[in-house]
């Protein structure tokens, strides 16, 4: 990257964030006079002269008139959007395109308005983080980038407005040229790999450009850690044939859509030396479960990065095992679907300790205070979090957590964004938030409580005697099992290796006793709560689970395993996979 380019991002963002609290305010009198007369501004501030009002005066106005919103209540505007409605509903200019949700945290996607101002933030966070990363990693310019990333085909709603995911809107944008010719860092795949609509036929090209550019890959990189896990596991397979198309310069047949073999078979060239000395490697590497083998394939590799954080913490270990001793592990930045939210400033942080500050051009951010409710609630709270009124990024407090409310340039005001973070410092006056989890409930079942965080605690306390047996999780996902009186909970795992039923059953116990919410153990003591059961799934299980949401819109680049399941054919999908079943003897 560019170090005059890469200097001047540092000290923009410094410039920022040492007046992010005036920066906050202009930002909101900017979205709010781009989008005034829209209708639903106008439901909540009328004829309001927003473009004569002081800045610090329409941010208080603004809070105490217009309310906290979540998608549902947007819902209604979006859809009229989808359907073809050219009247101003919650911007001012027309909104042609629309993203898609992952659809894994609450089982189905939703609609979130895009412009051409999303693609802007993500090249401008991309670039930014880029300048982070080069002061620690400093890259070659000309240097090729190992990415596992995936565009989905882009369809027309009932109005004739464009969809698709974020990723598959800026994978096609102007943007994702220009982040790699400012950067100076290229991708190894053209775009006819990344947009085939074949995850693995994609795969298996990402893979073999990867090898033919070996020496020149600065780094790998996918959207989320889960992907880059998934694709590692595919060439443990599929290694032999790769190298085979490496020596001879061909593609194999499993590559059958024409718009991909020409493309690469453009690129590649027969190349027996770097195939010989790749099939040595893997051979070795298969002799050690495949240790280390980023950094034996791709040596002069600076780091992976990716997404790693909240439910892609589970894949850390996995991930650390194919990067071996050395190479880091570097988190990639903080945003969603809705909104690009923090950077991250300190690329050698692990990615268990990582802080992401927030930029405050990018949205305006209020922060709603959560306190954990005292232990014995009501049946049906939404969650044990008590909220005091939502402050603005200026007044939020060390240590405190917090849910994110956004108020964007593309049409979402006051909006729950129902992630949980805390925050751990500030840089200047903007604040760097440690991602916690989503405030979503995953399992209840009366006045337990447990989130996702608390599932990833106990399963990463169950599965701890598998370590034993030399067996390692692969992925896992669970189910509040209403319909058998009490209720208990169910928890799927996939396992790789042989571990024999004693051990599985003390893995069970373990995991059921980490439960830690008082209105869990209280509920397991009385027998209102049934014992947890463990189900061991067959190998494949959630490739499988995968498969169904690629296929149903969302793309690998976007896909979490979803970790509580309430969806009845994934239900039946793991019910009809599962190989053993245990319950739990903890409590007895």
């Keep these: 990257m560019d170090t005059s380019s890469s200097d001047d991002m540092m000290r923009w963002f410094q410039e920022v964030a040492r007046n992010a609290r005036n920066v906050q305010a202009e930002t909101l009198k900017t979205i709010l006079e781009m989008n005034h007369g829209a209708e639903y501004l ?162 298996y090209c990402h893979f073999l450009l990867g090898l033919f550019y070996s020496p020149q890959v600065e780094f790998v990189t996918s959207t989320f850690a889960h992907c880059i896990v998934q694709a590692l596991g595919f060439f443990e397979e599929y290694w032999r044939e790769l190298c085979n198309d490496l020596f001879h310069g061909t593609l194999s047949p499993r590559i059958t859509l024409p718009g991909i073999r020409t493309s690469v078979l453009d690129i590649i060239e027969p190349n027996p030396h770097l195939a010989t000395w790749v099939s040595s490697q893997c051979e070795e590497l298969e002799e050690s479960d495949w240790y280390g083998l980023i950094p034996k394939l791709w040596p002069n590799a600076k780091y992976v990065y990716s997404i790693m954080t909240g439910s892609m913490q589970p894949y850390l270990e996995k991930l650390k095992h194919y ?84 108020t964007t340039f593309t049409g979402l005001y006051r909006y729950r964004l129902g992630d949980v973070v805390e925050v751990a410092g500030f840089y200047e006056e903007a604040p760097k938030l440690k991602f916690l989890c989503r405030r979503k409930l995953v399992l209840t079942i009366n006045i337990d409580k447990n989130t996702e965080i608390d599932l990833q605690l106990a399963v990463q306390k169950g599965s701890q005697p598998l370590l034993t047996s030399g067996a390692k999780l692969v992925d896992f996902t669970s189910h509040a099992n209403i319909t058998d009186p009490p209720g208990h909970y169910v928890v799927y795992w996939e396992i790789k290796g042989e571990v024999n039923e004693h051990v599985l059953a003390r893995c069970c116990k373990e995991m059921d006793a980490a439960f830690v919410d008082h209105g869990y153990v209280v509920s397991r003591k009385t027998n209102s709560i049934g014992p947890l059961e463990l189900c061991i799934v067959e190998r494949g299980t959630f490739r499988k689970i995968m498969e169904h949401f690629i296929g149903n819109g969302a793309t690998m680049s976007q896909f979490k395993t979803p970790r509580c399941i309430t969806n009845k054919v994934l239900l039946k999908m793991l019910n009809l996979s599962t190989i053993k079943r245990f319950h739990s003897t903890a409590y007895k």
Aim: charged content about 20%; overall charge negative; some cysteine.
């Design 323 to 406: 990067s071996g001793d050395h190479l880091p592990l570097v988190s990639a930045e903080y945003g969603s679907t809705e909104s690009w939210i923090g950077v991250n400033m300190d690329p050698s942080s692990a990615p268990e300790n990582v802080t992401f500050t927030v930029v405050p051009t990018f949205s305006y951010f209020e922060f709603i205070p959560l306190h954990r409710q005292a232990c014995d609630t009501v049946v049906g709270a939404v969650d044990d979090y008590q909220e005091d009124d939502p402050v603005p990024l200026s007044k939020v407090n060390i240590g405190q957590q917090y849910e994110i409310v956004l």
């Design 42 to 203: 106008k439901k909540w501030l009328g004829d309001m002269d927003v473009h004569n009002m002081d800045a610090e005066a329409l941010q208080s106005l603004y809070e105490s008139m217009v309310p906290l919103a979540s998608h549902a209540d947007l819902d209604p505007y979006i859809q009229r959007i989808a359907d073809g409605e050219t009247s101003p509903l919650l911007t001012k200019q027309p909104i042609t395109t629309l993203s898609l949700s992952s659809g894994t945290t609450e089982g189905r996607q939703k609609y979130v308005p895009y412009t051409s101002y999303s693609s802007k933030t993500t090249l401008q966070i991309f670039k930014l983080a880029a300048a982070y990363r080069s002061r620690v990693y400093p890259m070659r310019e000309g240097g090729k980038i190992l990415e596992f990333i995936y565009g989905s085909k882009q369809f027309k709603t009932k109005g004739g407005i464009s969809a698709g995911t974020a990723t598959t809107h800026y994978f096609a944008s102007q943007e994702f040229k220009l982040k790699q010719q400012q950067t100076n860092s290229f991708t190894c795949s053209p775009q006819e790999v990344i947009f085939s609509g074949d995850y693995k036929q994609s795969t």
